[in-house]
């Protein structure tokens, strides 16, 4: 069974290499079908090796080179629940994205499926990966694939200013990876994952393990998008092909989060473990930061893409608070929390795509009113802005609960509130957008319009005066899972199963080398009364704050006031988003050296 | 093993770095990141140095000879791999610019959209 582990990086790889060579033979129906059964029969591979890895760890050593005395010769794929289901998950998102994209006018075939299993290619590979170096090689597929599906509509410049930003920010944040594995190999001569970490048991926090960290996750995070790395993700989000969004939003940025757990759990736990705080205090630190800027920004914009970008990077934030308490309990509650964010988003970039399908523009200023007829797009947008309001008992309030309660076990009283008033402001803001769009409530906004929005046309076939069920069931099937992982009361004990096992360095490591220990199931704590206080707490937040965004002048008389000083706030903020590959590479660099500072000062 | 490499390979990574932050053409800029590229394999290749050692090729070589560190070698070929890929793609993105929007110059670019 492990050697499913491989087949589901190397089959789409080959479906797209037979793409390729066989496009001319075939019209674009017979590419679609092609693409979508290789995707199915990664899911399933992707499924069936999520159910045999279960409580244990499933390796594969490639060309069957095993380690010998304790070194790995060979590479291998260690395989655990959670890089398994985060899989799972990515296979079964290109699935429906490829469903979603049928209708898809500017998908010159078969260019578009190709660079979509290469993706997916990569994607799978990352979670699977056990050796260092291979998740470099991986991240590099999965962001050379993403960067021509960003830049897909090259007629249009914010496309290709969206597709080259992303790919100068990403490719210097690979260099800094590649910089970090020459040190850390040369530390420890090992590449793998598991003897890297047995090594650096040993070795204790020498400087060179430091620097080796900060580069590491300094590229991860920028992979991810945390702030201040994250300002090519707004770029390239908000202009690329809707189906391409249901993954980079649902499944990439996260993908980040995962390598930082992976790294730290496998390989730098054991040589920095005593500092555990220190790292845990400045990876909370950046999450919660990312979390309300991008919750404040998701406030400001006026084009939907963006707005939801926004959201995206909010929530990354939030997910790096989850692993950064580096708690098997902050890994479970992030895991599900992945989950349902992950199907919230994605069915919020579906409905974005049809309401573009529909009215042909993606502004909130210029659709004001216009989607009155879109009656059942509204009722999904703002059902998934209740989710990202994260409404009891639903699947992004099951993840954060269990968040919150991890955090306040290390101590972090002051994450709960403050991830609640995130989700807060990201319903708000998808839910006073929905109410402009689909009902026309509230003023059309002071602010003109976003000039990104002038050339927004609609990416799919005529005719527009209906949506093609290809677009709504990937949809409804969005919204499903969303709610099934509130409502399947299994998930959060499989997911702190497969958290313990993902924090257990002695397990993988003697799973790796060969000397297989049991490993029984782990059971979750179900969400406290506090818990529901802050879940419905936020969703009821969420909902007055949309109001009063939408009619604050008429309800509150000091509104205004409230509202420009609002403003005044966000706006040095949003100055820096300018849209400059040297302004963003700038605030890189400060950022990987402040990371660098702290660490060093506060470990010396 | 001395010092100078990881210098060298700070410097390549410090002066790609500022190019690319002040860059004006696209061009221009990723010719910078391959500048830090080199510092990539200037560390890697350093980091598998030994004094004296031959290249890791059996072929001629009794087993016995002291040789470098052949994994970071196989490092580097595929960091070069992956990167001329990504720099074919970005420089194809760039043409595309050029071609469309007659600027190769980022703040060029940025300025239209506004």
Known sequence: MSQLAPLAVAVPLLGAALLIFFHALMPRIAAELIALAVATASLVMTLLLLIHVGHGLTVYWFGGWHPRHGVAIGINFAVTAVGAGLATFVTLLMVLALVYSVRYLDVRQPYYQVLMLTFMAGMVGFCLSGDLFNMFVMFELMSVSAVALVGYKIGEGAALEGGLNFAVINTIGAFLFLLGIAIIYAHTGALNLAQMGAALRHSGDDRAVVVAFTLLIGALLIKAAVVPFHFWLADAYAVALTPVCLLLAGAMSELGIYGVGQVWFTAFAGALGSHVHVVRAILVGAGLLTALWGAGMAMTEDHLKRLLAFVTISFVGVFLVGVGLLTEDGVAGTAVYVLADGFGKALLFACVGIVQHRLGKVGQHRLHGRGRRLVATGLLVTAGGLLVASIPPFGPFLGKSMIDDAAIKVGYGFVPPLVALTSALCGAAVLRAAARVFRGWGAVPRDPPDEADEDTEPETIEPHDRTPATMFVPAFALLAGAVATGVWSGLPDLAATAAHRFADFAGYHAAVFRTPRHLGPVSSGSPEWFDYLYGSGATVLAVALAGLGLWGERLLPGWRRVSTAATALIRPVRDLHTGKIGDYTAALTLGVGILGVLLTVSLA | ?114
């Open chain 2, 1 to 114: 093993m001395s010092i100078y490499p990881y210098v060298v390979a700070a410097w390549l990574l410090g002066a790609g770095l500022w190019g690319v932050m002040s860059s004006r053409n696209y061009v221009h800029l990723i010719i910078c990141l391959t500048v830090m590229q080199a510092s990539t394999y200037v560390l890697l290749l350093s980091v598998g140095y030994v004094s004296h050692g031959k290249a890791p090729i059996f072929a001629d070589i009794p087993t016995n000879s002291v040789v470098v560190d052949p994994v970071v070698q196989a490092l580097s070929l595929t960091d070069v791999v992956v990167e001329a890929t990504i720099v074919a793609l970005l420089l194809a993105l760039v043409v595309q610019a050029n071609k469309r929007f007659n600027t190769v110059d980022p703040d060029a670019m940025t300025r239209m959209r506004e």
